[in-house]
């Protein structure tokens, strides 16, 4: 399979120091705003349209940290990402928001409209789901996530390919 660079579709707001890794996907209508620090990407996250991922300023903390964003994530559409630590292999349901100072393990689920709230630190292959509640993800099979995504982001490429730009990678 050969590299494939970042596709970033063109009605897309960007602003600050931001770093893509290969096979990156990302959708129109959404906003990666770095205000404080940088925000670095690992390799095939996919983000859908009106996703909002922003680092800003900690109040509790005056020293901005960059926003690290490991790798094959999904940030369906709508999810929103304030300035917290995002591990690999996680999906973020449509509309779910994950709040500033939070830390998000490897293989997890947030779900649809689930507020993650601020501080909250979730362990690896957990499931968030209703009011805070949490249970273990047995299902979560780290080299097929991989290759679905690897898949996926190929398909989307192809679909998005007219209207996107190509960008470079880190």
């Known amino acids: 399979m050969a590299e494939q660079q970042v596709i970033c579709s063109k009605n897309i707001e960007i602003e600050g120091q931001i770093a893509f890794g290969q096979g990156s996907v990302i959708h129109p209508d959404c906003s990666i705003i770095a205000e404080s620090a940088p925000i670095v990407f690992g390799e095939y996250n996919i983000i859908e349209e009106r996703v909002r991922i922003i680092n800003r300023k900690p ?4 020293a901005p940290l960059p926003l690290q964003i490991g790798s094959y994530n999904i940030f369906e559409v709508g999810t929103i990402i304030e300035y917290s630590e995002i591990g690999n292999y996680n999906v973020f349901e449509h509309r779910c928001k994950v709040e500033p100072n939070c830390k998000i393990g490897n293989g997890c689920i947030i779900t649809a409209g ?12 957990t499931v968030v789901y209703g009011e805070g509640q949490m249970r273990k993800n047995q299902g979560m099979q780290e080299d097929s996530f991989r290759h679905e995504i690897k898949a996926l982001t190929e398909v989307l490429a192809k ?3 007219s209207q996107a730009i190509q960008a470079s990678h880190k």
């Open 159 to 161: 679909c998005l390919g």
């Open 114 to 125: 689930v507020r993650v709230a601020r501080g909250t630190t979730i362990p690896d292959l």
């Open 59 to 62: 109040e509790e903390n005056p």
